[in-house]
């Protein structure tokens, strides 16, 4: 998911068709998609499934249409997108995912990353369900799906309502546990109700601050943690974040 900034520097398209075909070969009967692929070897569990990774199935090719305008990787993915979003669906119980390893590797109380302590599977998971689902409703548009489209669309705004009101906090103005993470992810995602945005963006930079512009974020907030303080008119922070020693 961290295409963009490998885009910017290098001509990837070609390894991006690879990955997809290779994504694809390794998908299951089932429709999930393994977090490795080629899948030489195979992990247990969420290890093997998380959401959090299998959502590049469905970015990757979205990404590639914008940077490049090629329509090439949706045509040929995209009813094996359709199986893996109808995989999730059906591990996810009221729209609530569970399968994840939430924000991976973040920075939490424990003394040393490893499992997320900070961001939860639930919430991490979640999001990106409802990623997949508005990205496959663009794509079905860009292929004439109109059906398509509506349902994805529908079914996209059904989980973000379901987001909010199971990790919005709305006396406190934070997402889960208030973590960089989790409100870096509802911003940039577009999670956020508009009337709150201000709050919650708030709520960040004060983590931020407050930590002496020390990230807590793992390998899945990290992107978001930078884009929601840039989107957010806050470049200021991430300069000091990234010059902290």
């Known amino acids: 998911l961290n295409g963009p900034s490998i885009r910017y520097e290098f001509d990837v398209a070609r390894i991006f068709r690879k990955g997809m075909q290779d994504m694809e070969d390794a998908q299951l009967a089932s429709g999930m998609v393994p977090n490795i692929a080629p899948e030489f070897t195979q992990f247990r569990g969420t290890f093997r499934s998380a959401a959090e990774w ?5 970015a990757v090719p979205w990404q590639q249409y914008l940077f490049t305008g090629d329509l090439q990787l949706i045509e040929n993915h995209y009813p094996a997108m359709q199986r893996y979003f ?19 590797y973040d920075l939490g109380p424990n003394h040393g990353p490893g499992r997320a302590q ?17 990205l496959l ?3 079905a548009v860009l292929l004439g799906r109109t059906d398509d489209a509506e349902a994805y669309a529908a079914r996209a705004a ?3 309502n379901r987001f909010n009101t199971t990790f919005y906090n709305a006396e406190a103005g ?8 989790a409100n870096a992810i509802a911003l940039v995602m577009d999670l956020v109700e508009a009337e709150h945005r201000d709050r919650v963006l708030a709520a960040l930079v004060q983590d931020v601050v407050e930590r002496n512009y020390a990230m807590t974020a793992g390998d899945v907030g990290f992107r978001y943690l930078i884009l929601a303080l840039s989107d957010g008119g806050r470049d200021d922070l991430v300069y000091k974040m990234i010059n902290h020693e």
Request: charged fraction near 20%; charge should be negative.
């Open 118 to 134: 900070l961001t939860l599977p639930p919430l991490t998971a979640t999001a990106f369900l409802y990623q997949n689902a508005r």
């Open 158 to 160: 059904r989980i973000r």
């Open 54 to 58: 299998g959502a590049a199935f469905i």
């Open 86 to 104: 109808d995989y999730l669906s059906s591990k996810s119980e009221e729209d609530i995912l569970t399968e994840g390893l939430g924000d991976w």
């Open 137 to 139: 409703s663009k794509m």
């Open 174 to 181: 934070h997402y889960g546990s208030n973590s960089q993470a």
